[in-house]
């Protein structure tokens, strides 16, 4: 069975510091893996996505994860935070790709301070 | 514009009032899904659709009933809603159950059973 265990229900950064959310998943196969970004009273949109090309995943609004198999992670980080990042974000892993049966995580609200 | 589209956005009812929610999606997508999102939970899948007429259960299917009798509408049906069934409710398609693009969500329906 597959899940995802998100670290920190909420993270508070500084504008300009670094955002490092903390993703683990377990799958028994190669996983796919996901990371959703929440804005208040909208629906999850695609941040990026690990499909087993790169380790290193670009995303969109400057964001990135690393897949790493050994420590069984799929951080999710920015190098400079901004305002219009405070947000909600779920990681989410799936065995066969976007749609079916994709496990969410409880997710982790940023927060960002000036 | 590519989208998924859920009506109603706000719903208040009572117990036991049958209830429709309604998504379509005009991707041409194959798969699609609903989740129910509650506080410190994330996204519980409740039913998914891999085709028409192709339905199954997610994680938190009691309470609910779906359809898929054309590719583009996938609504949500509660025959006698109860106070638990209270929650913010998505719906999400993909292109295919193996489609590794991630999800596409609607805005979400925000439901309150009195």
């Known amino acids: 069975a597959q899940s995802v265990t998100q670290l920190g229900s909420h993270v508070s950064v500084s504008e300009g510091a670094l955002v490092l959310l903390r993703c683990n998943y377990s799958?028994?196969?190669?996983?796919?893996l996901f990371w959703y970004v929440q804005y208040p009273n909208q629906g999850l949109q695609l941040l990026l996505k690990?499909?087993?090309?790169?380790?290193l995943v670009k995303g969109i609004n400057g964001f990135e994860a690393e897949f790493k198999k050994s420590e069984t992670s799929f951080h999710l980080t920015k190098p400079s935070a901004h305002m219009s990042d405070a947000a909600e974000y779920f990681c989410a892993v799936s065995d066969r790709g976007g749609g079916f049966k994709t496990i969410f995580g409880a997710g982790t609200r940023l927060f960002v301070k000036a | 514009e590519a989208q998924v589209t859920q009506n109603p956005r706000y719903l208040i009812t009572v117990t036991g009032k049958k209830l429709t929610v309604t998504c379509s999606q005009n991707?041409?997508?194959?798969?699609m899904s609903w989740y129910r999102q509650d506080p410190g939970l994330g996204l519980r899948q409740i039913y998914y659709?891999?085709?028409?007429?192709?339905?199954d259960k997610g994680d938190v299917p009691e309470g609910y009933k779906v359809s898929r009798k054309e590719k583009r509408n996938f609504p949500l049906i509660l025959e006698s809603p109860s106070p638990n069934q209270t929650s913010l409710y998505f719906c999400a398609s993909s292109l295919a159950e193996t489609d590794i693009g991630g999800y596409t969500f609607g805005s979400g329906t925000r439901l309150t059973v009195v």
């Open positions: 690990y499909t087993s090309a790169a380790t």
């Open positions: 659709s891999m085709n028409v007429e192709v339905t």
């Open positions: 799958s028994s196969v190669p996983p796919y």
């Open positions: 991707m041409n997508h194959e798969y």
